[in-house]
């Protein structure tokens, strides 16, 4: 425990005197705060620790206008503050405290480590303190937005106006700090601003290098700690009557750091979805199907469209091909079948990844009278050949025909692509049937 000292005291009991009088500044845990200094009670180290947080955050209050006794406007709401935490004397006091106390634990961390190095076989001076980049493991979770600043009243009675901060000399040096502290080293960068409206918005990276770094950025990795804080030099300001309350408004101010904090000044300071959150979303909506037809229309399409095109199916194989009409029935409502679910299916957005499959093998004919095989090619559907057709030749002018017809089946593709696109204002893409091979269209006819 820690006992406040004389100096801190004066400091206490002059801010209270001015809150007697109805001079604006400071907060409750700020006035909890000089009552206590005020009687002497001892201060834990935590306590300690937050107010030194508090002296390196608004040592830039110290700069505005009424600050000082010979300025106008003293005492200042910053002033006043100031001196309920213990004024100078507590600034310094806090810190003595607190770099102490780091010290120890230095000390305490080395000789952990010296103990743990005698313990070691084959020890080789240096290599414990050697940084290893490939041992430092950077998540892409690491990459967070925050809402720096809103125009909104803080806990402090004060607006940070944020299209009135000038954040160019800190992007020369865009560290990010945890809690204020900037005699240890930064946890994450800066990695830009954006105002969103009327809020101004900061992306950053938090690095994995040191063991700070690292627990920090697994609190707010895990969701424990989701706010910022900023740090700021007053250029403009000006005093406002809000909703019965003095408030100070800096129109103009220029950004030193920002940190991420336990409680934000800002209640609206708190982080926004991560990197990785939005790209899981963007994946989650991508993955998504959306039903594009009603059931009236895919029923409109078996009943009307389907029909018209096995009809226009048959006769082309029967009177142009000269196929047996049974057989190009056969062939048709087959072919139809399946173009009518690819063609569903691909309104819906929805189109399934159809597994290949092997034809059998025909059998195969005498030596002399079978024809040399072409190279087969996978299709999506295997066929029972009759056993009339089984190793008879195709003739030339057959296989030109059979061509054309293919050659038809694919422009008839186009053509439906075209007048959906046209009709619906949809951007479709019917996948059509893969192409037989000369001796699967014999099995098949």
């Not at 209640?267 to 059931?295: C, D, G, Y």
Request: with cysteine; hydrophobic share 35%; aromatic share 6%.
């Amino acid at each position: 425990m820690f006992t406040p000292t004389k100096g801190m005291q004066i400091e206490a009991e002059r801010a209270l005197k001015w809150k007697d009088e109805g001079r604006r500044g400071g907060t409750r845990i700020g006035l909890v705060r000089a009552r206590q200094i005020l009687r002497g009670d001892p201060m834990s180290l935590d306590i300690v620790k937050r107010m030194y947080s508090y002296f390196s955050r608004h040592e830039v209050d110290k700069k505005a206008e009424g600050f000082e006794p010979d300025e106008k406007g003293y005492p200042s709401a910053g002033r006043v503050a100031w001196g309920l935490w213990g004024g100078d004397a507590g600034f310094v006091w806090s810190k003595n405290i607190v770099e102490n106390e780091k010290t120890k634990g230095y000390k305490m961390e080395l000789q952990k480590r010296q103990s743990e190095l005698i313990k070691r076989n084959g020890y080789e001076e240096n290599t414990e303190h050697e940084y290893n980049e490939q041992q430092v493991s950077q998540q892409p979770s690491d990459i967070y937005t925050f809402i720096v600043s809103t125009p909104e009243v803080d806990r402090y009675g004060t607006i940070i106006v944020p299209s009135g901060i000038d954040y160019t000399s800190y992007l020369n040096n865009p560290i990010v700090l945890a809690q204020h502290e900037s005699d240890d080293w930064p946890i994450g960068k800066c990695l830009g601003f954006a105002m969103n409206g009327e809020n101004l918005e900061a992306t950053l990276q938090l690095h994995r290098i040191t063991d700070e770094a690292c627990e920090v950025a697994d609190l707010v990795a895990a969701g424990y700690v989701k706010a910022v804080s900023v740090g700021i030099i007053p250029l403009e300001y000006e005093e406002k009557t809000i909703d019965g309350k003095k408030v100070t408004i800096y129109t103009k101010s220029e950004l030193v750091e920002f940190s991420i904090v336990s409680i934000p000044a800002n209640r609206e300071a708190l982080i926004k979805k991560s990197i990785q959150s939005k790209l899981k979303s963007i994946f989650k909506s991508l993955n998504k199907v959306n039903r594009m037809l009603t059931p009236e229309q895919s029923q409109a399409i078996t009943d009307n469209f389907l029909p018209v095109l096995k009809e226009a199916m048959v006769t082309y194989l029967r009177d142009e091909l000269g196929i047996p009409e049974d057989e190009a029935i056969n062939a048709a409502e087959l072919t139809t079948e399946i173009a009518g679910e690819t063609l569903i299916n691909a309104l819906n957005g929805n189109m399934p990844e159809v597994a290949p499959v092997t034809p059998e093998t025909p059998v195969q004919a005498p030596a002399q009278e079978q024809p040399q095989q072409p190279e087969q090619t996978t299709t999506t559907a295997s066929f029972e050949a009759p056993e009339s057709r089984v190793g008879k030749k195709i003739g030339a002018s057959t296989q030109a025909q059979i061509t054309q017809g293919l050659t038809m089946i694919q422009d008839g593709y186009k053509t439906i692509n075209k007048a959906i696109a046209m009709d619906t204002a949809r951007s479709i893409d019917i996948k059509p049937l893969k192409r037989l091979t000369t001796d699967e269209l014999l099995n098949l006819i």
